[in-house]
Nanobody
């Protein structure tokens, strides 16, 4: 059973940074991703990283501002969020799936509880 635990969300002013992380149990044979859900909106793909960490993928709205990475020695994935905007306000979820990164929410099998990120203007 894969379990995911996020940490590192919080409140930040526009233009600031946050470094949420996601620690997993159950091995490292899966792709990992961050997805977010803002109030009244559907959950959307933010960023994903392959099993080895060599391949990364980003949603259009965060390209150039967010960086995803992973450290398989401690089973942790990171999302460095820079130049944050009020529209980045959402609950951020860590998710995992066996195989390749996918940008479709429904294709992720395992989910964390989520961490709130709030960006004030």
């Amino acid at each position: 059973q894969v379990q995911l635990l996020e940490s590192g969300g919080g409140l930040v002013q526009a233009g600031g940074s946050l470094p949420p992380s996601c620690t997993t149990s159950g091995g490292t044979i899966y792709a990992m991703a961050w997805l977010r859900q803002a109030p009244g909106k559907e959950r959307e793909f933010v960023a994903g990283v392959s099993v080895s960490g060599s391949m990364t993928y980003y949603g259009d709205s965060v390209k150039g501002r967010f960086t995803i990475s992973r450290d398989n020695t401690n089973n942790t994935a990171y999302l460095q969020m820079n130049s944050l905007r009020p529209e980045d306000t959402a609950v951020y979820y860590c998710a995992a799936r066996y195989g390749f990164v996918r940008q479709t929410v429904a294709q992720y099998e395992y989910w964390g509880q989520g961490t709130q990120v709030t960006v004030s203007s």
